[in-house]
């Protein structure tokens, strides 16, 4: 099964399921739910911590929840924020998720040092609500922006490219499967 956020990011092959972590995890559970699928795939668009170039399409089976509080020591949490589907994270581009987009790229440092070099706002949410079911997932992402002071401004002008290239991507790696 495929499934996207909707709104402005929606595929003809893929089933929409909210925008942000509360959205996306109570939709995609519902789903899960009424229809165990056999594999869960997210496709969508990413914001750069500066080292994935604006169009490059990752794909991730890891994703994480981390604040930027947590690294000036302001804040801790008491969940596993890390999930992944494979057992050595070292070759994984890491996917940070929360619900607020990053508009400094002073924070950039502190992620890419944990091998997390993206973000989308419901991958996370994603891959919690896999791992409950005991669902395979991953995630397929092109990046549109970088997490600086234009994010909003450079994914509002790079979206409509980037939902075309994501839509080719996906749909070669459908038939490469095939």
């Known amino acids: 099964m495929i499934v996207c956020a909707g709104k402005s990011e929606q595929f003809e092959f893929a089933q929409p399921i909210g925008?942000?972590?509360?959205?996306?995890?109570?939709?995609?559970?519902?789903?899960?739910?009424?229809?165990?699928?056999?594999?869960?795939?997210?496709?969508?668009?990413?914001?750069?911590?500066?080292?994935?170039?604006?169009?490059?399409?990752?794909?991730?089976?890891?994703?994480?929840?981390?604040?930027?509080?947590?690294?000036?020591?302001?804040?801790?949490?008491?969940?596993?924020?890390?999930?992944?589907?494979?057992?050595?994270v070292s070759r994984e581009t890491i996917v940070n998720s929360s619900n607020y987009i990053t508009t400094n790229r002073n924070v950039w440092q502190h992620y890419t040092a944990q091998n997390i070099h993206i973000e989308n706002m419901e991958f996370?949410?994603?891959?919690?609500?896999?791992?409950?079911?005991?669902?395979?997932?991953?995630?397929?992402?092109?990046?549109?922006n970088y997490c600086d002071e234009n994010a909003h401004e450079d994914f509002k002008k790079n979206h409509a490219e980037a939902m075309h290239r994501l839509t080719s991507y996906v749909k070669a790696r459908a038939e490469e499967q095939k």
Request: hydrophobic share 45%.
């Open 19 to 88: 925008i942000g972590m509360v959205e996306a995890a109570m939709n995609l559970a519902r789903i899960c739910e009424k229809k165990k699928p056999d594999h869960i795939v997210f496709v969508g668009t990413a914001g750069s911590y500066g080292e994935k170039e604006i169009f490059e399409i990752i794909e991730s089976r890891t994703a994480a929840n981390v604040e930027q509080s947590f690294f000036s020591g302001d804040s801790y949490t008491p969940i596993d924020n890390v999930i992944s589907a494979v057992k050595d």
């Open 124 to 144: 996370f949410a994603v891959m919690k609500v896999a791992q409950m079911y005991g669902i395979p997932a991953a995630g397929i992402l092109i990046v549109t």
